[in-house]
């Protein structure tokens, strides 16, 4: 059995890794993986690790020095981690490749309609005894252009939802999905997506390719109004750009699950903290931007699955069996 060094632990992630676990030895670190803590990894040889844990070159050579052979990856996005590097420390890099893609493509469509019909503002509302209706105004989905970034897993999921709302549908991704085009979605260039949709929805991964995919340029080329939807890595948008076209009223509504400098923030509980990022600060004080702090996984499937799939990619390690879930 394995020994493994568990980083970013929340009380969720125990439970769900105690109750799966068949024997390994997990030691639970609260702290997140970086240049400080990597140390702890001593004579461990497997990191547990989740999406802003650091695993750059100087975090990977400790982790290598420490002896770690395997980097478990609790989560589907690999874009923090150094694979060039861990390739030449010989660690090799596992993750949880699908886990219930419904929790993301609902969290989506509850920021939707959360942003739509403003039921965060009627809660508060109604609780303090205001029963007044004024400025909740909001419009049909039914019948809007939806546009869908990055039709995989998620996406294709989120597709098919909107779909089943009266949407049109828009895609724009590299690769066709026959069975989308064949319930009814559009596929389309980027231009002609952003153009068209009322609601714009990312579901692509962050690569060099997509990193600030949503910048100036494109926001320039959206429908005055339109609903912009990150449910998948901060860095897709440009988050200064996006500031201002929510000051130039160009976005409408803005919903994200994900934040480009979420690293210190997200997963926190800083109420009693002062809050250092400015612009985080200031897209808290927009009426029509709604931020959660990276839930979308978080349902009982996802995180049944996470753990299951998690605990199999350790031990086909441990039997040095093909490990069908390694990112090369
Ligand atoms: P996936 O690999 O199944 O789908 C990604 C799709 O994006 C693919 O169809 C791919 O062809 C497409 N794509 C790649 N580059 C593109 C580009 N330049 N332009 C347009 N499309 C492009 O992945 P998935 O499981 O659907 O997950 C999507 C993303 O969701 C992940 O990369 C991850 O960052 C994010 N995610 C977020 C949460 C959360 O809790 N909020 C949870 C899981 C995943």
């Known amino acids: 059995m394995k020994k493994i060094a568990f980083f970013s632990t929340k009380p969720y992630d125990k439970e769900f ?49 420490s002896g770690v052979q395997l980097i478990a990856l609790r989560c589907a996005g690999f874009n923090n981690v150094d694979l060039a590097a861990a390739e030449q420390a010989n660690i090799k890099v596992v993750r949880v490749p699908a886990y219930s893609p419904y929790a993301v493509a609902e969290h989506a469509l509850a920021l939707i309609m959360t942003l739509n019909r403003k039921t965060h503002k009627a809660y508060n509302r109604v609780r303090e005894g205001n ?25 294709g999921i989120f597709a098919r939802i909107m779909l089943g709302l009266g949407c049109k549908v828009l895609a724009y991704d590299t690769y066709h999905d026959e069975h989308l085009m064949a319930i009814g979605v559009s596929y389309v260039n980027l231009d002609e997506l952003l153009n068209a949709s009322d609601i714009v929805s990312l579901h692509c991964p962050l690569t060099e390719e997509t990193r600030h995919l949503i910048n100036t340029e494109a926001l320039d080329q959206m429908k005055k109004g339109v609903m912009v939807i990150n449910t998948s890595r901060g860095g897709l948008i440009d988050t200064q750009a996006v ?69 199999q990619n350790i031990s086909d390690f441990e039997h040095q069996r093909e490990l069908t879930n390694e990112i090369k």
């Open 17 to 65: 890794f105690e109750k799966y676990n068949q024997g390994h030895e997990i030691d639970f670190y609260e702290v997140a993986l970086n240049e400080q803590s990597a140390r702890l990894a001593e004579g461990v040889e497997v990191v547990c690790a989740f999406v802003n844990d650091k695993l750059n070159a100087a975090v990977i050579e400790t982790l290598q020095k």
């Open 131 to 155: 029963f007044s209706l004024e400025k909740l105004t909001g419009f049909d989905i039914y019948q809007k252009t939806v546009g869908v970034i990055g039709t995989g897993k998620i996406g």
């Open 243 to 311: 500031v201002e076209a929510l000051k130039n009223k160009t976005v409408g509504y803005l919903g994200i699950d994900v934040y480009e400098q979420e690293e210190n923030v997200f997963f926190n509980d800083l109420s009693e903290e002062i809050l250092q990022d400015d612009t985080l600060a200031r897209l808290m004080t927009f009426p029509n931007v709604l931020i959660t702090s990276h839930q979308g996984f978080l349902t009982e499937e996802a995180l049944t699955q996470i753990a299951i799939t998690t605990l």
